[in-house]
């Protein structure tokens, strides 16, 4: 295998690797995917402003999420279908996330069923939530992931309808995809399909009409916290506070739903879109999804407000290449590169990243007018 060093690697070898459709369908973004590549090089817009004679000969990298202690504030984002890119699937990305300290969500459209991962990966784990027209598969859906020790529910809520991401739309994915999370449901509403059958028919489930008042209706039917996920403006931030919930995930869907949105590590930042300050005036935590590349943008997003980070696409890849150990490893270079980048900003533990640590396009805007 080649040198690898850091998480970009991963994804280079991925490609020569994984059957085109497959990478296609994980890699690709939503049309012309100005939104894919904006999350990425946004963060190269943002610079450090990083202070000396500080004391960084132990750094400390743990955090509190929703109570629950971690390792790192990298957590694994729900992704779905990952027995596509490695036989164990869901199930070796838990064990990877585990093995780091840290948290596995697991997606609705997983190619493993919520109980495998939980009876074969131990660790702290969330299950990200499509609502579906028939609120009752939504019901028991969430009594499984409860039943399972699942700590959070994190619902998609940029997903009215999915994207066109045109690449899929050539490909067409293999006839032997099943989304194990609809194993032991009660589907008597649902067509008598298996296998692409089922994945096609349960994507035309998904409900349009979702709303707030469904936010509200969840928090009925479990005890479990309620994180939304796919806010990017100040004003649904606001409205999500209002209703609980929570954490509140700022994405984008990693580009693949509306093209030609901000990137999110713009939006913990520019105008209107402040979502952290108005989530804050709650103490409701915000973490960040969409273009975590390296430790360097982990920093940054913990700089402008994020509680922590959640990464997608590296995990897949680290995975298809060289399944749990890959992942695993995909973990620690994040890891060891947020860890460089704290000692030689002056930051011994996450406490000390604060937002004078960074310079953004807005900052410089700023200072040129004074």
């Given at each position: 295998?080649?040198?690898?060093?850091?998480?970009?690697?991963y994804?280079?070898?991925?490609k020569?690797?994984?059957?085109?459709?497959?990478?296609?369908?994980?890699?690709?973004?939503?049309?012309?995917?100005?939104?894919?590549?904006?999350?990425?090089?946004?963060?190269?817009?943002?610079?450090?402003?990083?202070?000396v004679?500080?004391?960084?000969?132990?750094?400390?990298?743990?955090?509190?999420?929703?109570?629950?202690?971690?390792?790192?504030?990298?957590?694994?984002?729900?992704?779905?279908?990952?027995?596509?890119?490695?036989?164990?699937?869901?199930?070796?990305?838990?064990?990877?996330?585990?093995?780091?300290?840290?948290?596995?969500?697991?997606?609705?459209?997983?190619?493993?069923?919520?109980?495998?991962?939980?009876?074969?990966?131990?660790?702290?784990?969330?299950?990200?939530?499509?609502?579906?027209?028939?609120?009752?598969?939504?019901?028991?859906?969430?009594?499984?992931?409860?039943?399972?020790?699942?700590?959070?529910?994190?619902?998609?809520?940029?997903?009215?309808?999915?994207?066109?991401?045109?690449?899929?739309?050539?490909?067409?994915?293999?006839?032997?995809?099943?989304?194990?999370?609809?194993?032991?449901?009660?589907?008597?509403?649902?067509?008598?399909?298996k296998?692409?059958?089922?994945?096609?028919?349960?994507?035309?489930?998904i409900?349009?009409?979702?709303?707030?008042?469904?936010?509200?209706?969840?928090?009925?039917?479990?005890?479990?916290?309620?994180?939304?996920?796919?806010?990017?403006?100040a004003?649904?931030?606001?409205?999500?506070?209002?209703?609980?919930?929570?954490?509140?995930?700022?994405?984008?869907?990693?580009?693949?739903?509306?093209?030609?949105l901000?990137?999110?590590?713009?939006c913990?930042?520019?105008?209107?879109?402040?979502?952290?300050?108005?989530?804050?005036?709650?103490?409701?935590?915000?973490?960040?999804?969409?273009?975590?590349?390296?430790?360097?943008?982990?920093?940054?997003?913990?700089?402008?407000?994020?509680?922590?980070?959640?990464?997608?696409?590296?995990?897949?890849?680290?995975?298809?290449?060289?399944?749990?150990?890959?992942?695993?490893?995909?973990?620690?270079?994040?890891?060891?590169?947020?860890?460089?980048?704290?000692?030689?900003?002056?930051?011994?533990?996450?406490?000390?990243?604060?937002?004078?640590?960074?310079?953004?396009?807005?900052?410089?805007?700023?200072?040129s007018?004074?």
């Open positions: 295998m080649a040198l690898i060093t850091n998480v970009s690697d994804e280079e070898l991925a020569q690797k994984l059957p085109k459709m497959v990478y296609d369908f994980y890699a690709g973004g939503a049309e012309d995917q100005w939104t894919l590549k904006e999350n990425k090089e946004a963060f190269s817009k943002i610079l450090f402003r990083p202070r004679l500080i004391d960084v000969s132990h750094i400390d990298m743990s955090t509190s999420i929703l109570g629950y202690k971690i390792s790192m504030p990298i957590m694994v984002a729900p992704t779905a279908l990952h027995k596509l890119a490695h036989q164990e699937g869901e199930v070796a990305s838990a064990q990877a996330a585990a093995a780091a300290g840290t948290i596995m969500t697991l997606s609705s459209w997983s190619s493993c069923s919520i109980e495998e991962v939980s009876s074969i990966a131990p660790g702290l784990r969330f299950f990200q939530l499509s609502v579906f027209k028939d609120r009752d598969i939504v019901q028991q859906l969430v009594r499984r992931a409860e039943n399972a020790g699942y700590k959070a529910i994190a619902v998609t809520v940029d997903a009215p309808r999915l994207g066109r991401r045109e690449a899929d739309v050539r490909n067409r994915l293999p006839e032997n995809v099943v989304l194990k999370c609809f194993e032991g449901l009660d589907l008597s509403k649902m067509d008598k399909t296998g692409s059958g089922l994945a096609a028919y349960a994507t035309s489930q409900d349009s009409s979702l709303s707030w008042k469904d936010i509200k209706w969840l928090q009925t039917i479990t005890g479990l916290p309620i994180l939304v996920k796919g806010v990017i403006t004003e649904d931030a606001r409205i999500a506070i209002e209703c609980g919930v929570a954490g509140i995930i700022v994405s984008n869907h990693g580009g693949r739903q509306l093209d030609y901000p990137a999110t590590i713009s913990l930042e520019e105008g209107k879109l402040q979502v952290v300050r108005e989530a804050k005036g709650r103490r409701v935590p915000v973490f960040l999804d969409g273009g975590i590349r390296r430790g360097t943008d982990v920093f940054k997003a913990l700089a402008l407000g994020a509680s922590g980070v959640f990464i997608g696409r590296p995990v897949l890849f680290a995975l298809a290449v060289d399944g749990r150990a890959g992942v695993r490893n995909a973990l620690r270079m994040l890891r060891d590169e947020l860890e460089i980048t704290m000692a030689l900003s002056g930051c011994a533990s996450l406490k000390d990243i604060t937002r004078d640590r960074v310079i953004t396009e807005r900052d410089m805007i700023r200072r007018r004074i």
